[in-house]
């Protein structure tokens, strides 16, 4: 299962005005791990940034204006995220920017729907904890995630937090505090601690024939002195 999770920076907060994506930020997540294989660019908006962005996320006219335009990256954008799962907090507010720099493009490729499926981790937060703030901010607070590195937004840093929080939201672990085999604590950029990622799969121990036997043997004297024994039920034992 592959999955992205994404985060856009903008010059402003509404597509309606004209404005446009300025940073995209992708953590690539497969069979819950985290891989390293992550998609980060600055744009040229071709257009300026309202102050008001510039004091969420600052970055500056100055800085992208040797950046490449939308149209020079959209086929490595799109060929990044095609037949991905996109992960993102307040997905309509990017995949509308996405779609609006995809409908500018001259061959006018699709939306984002045709490459790539979404889920909305602001939706699965409000189902989760209704009446709550769930920002960013404060679910990192109410899972523990360390955030304390975000003095300004950023496209990458917030995918990077956004990763570790969905994992964590929905049952995964990503902070253990063990030490890598040289004595290291495997601490990334953002505070949290992971283990390494070439390290040895977790070894299968099976039942022994006895052991099997000896468990039948219980959940019949379960179901002996109760008349009813759910295990017998609902599993089978291979």
């Not at 791990?33 to 257009?47: F, K, S």
Request: hydrophobic share 35%.
């Amino acid at each position: 299962m592959r999955q992205l999770v994404l985060d856009t920076e903008t010059t402003g907060l509404e597509v309606t005005q004209g404005h446009r994506i300025i940073e995209i930020g992708c953590v690539e997540v497969i069979n819950r791990r985290l891989t390293g294989n992550n998609y980060h660019v600055y744009i040229n908006p071709d257009r300026e940034v309202d102050p008001g962005a510039y004091e969420v996320h600052g970055i500056s006219d100055d800085f992208l204006v040797d950046k490449p335009l939308f149209q020079e990256l959209a086929e490595e954008f799109l060929n990044y995220i095609r037949g991905a799962e996109l992960i993102i907090h307040n997905a309509p507010f990017d995949v509308g920017f996405i779609d609006m720099e995809l409908a500018l493009l001259p061959d006018k490729p699709g939306k984002t729907e045709d490459f790539c499926s979404v889920t909305d981790t602001l939706v699965m937060a409000r189902k989760r904890h209704p009446g709550q703030r769930n920002n960013l901010d404060a679910l990192c607070k109410r899972y523990g995630v360390n955030n304390s590195q975000r003095d300004l937004h950023g496209a990458l840093l917030d995918a990077e937090i956004l990763a570790d929080l969905y994992l964590v939201m929905t049952g995964g672990q990503t902070s253990l505090l063990l030490n890598d085999e040289d004595g290291s604590t495997g601490t990334n950029a953002s505070g949290i601690r992971r283990l390494p990622t070439d390290r040895r799969p977790l070894p299968v121990i099976r039942a022994t024939t006895e052991e099997l036997s000896a468990h039948q043997a219980r959940l019949k004297a379960i179901e002996e002195s109760a008349g009813i024994c759910i295990w017998n039920k609902t599993t089978q034992i291979n």
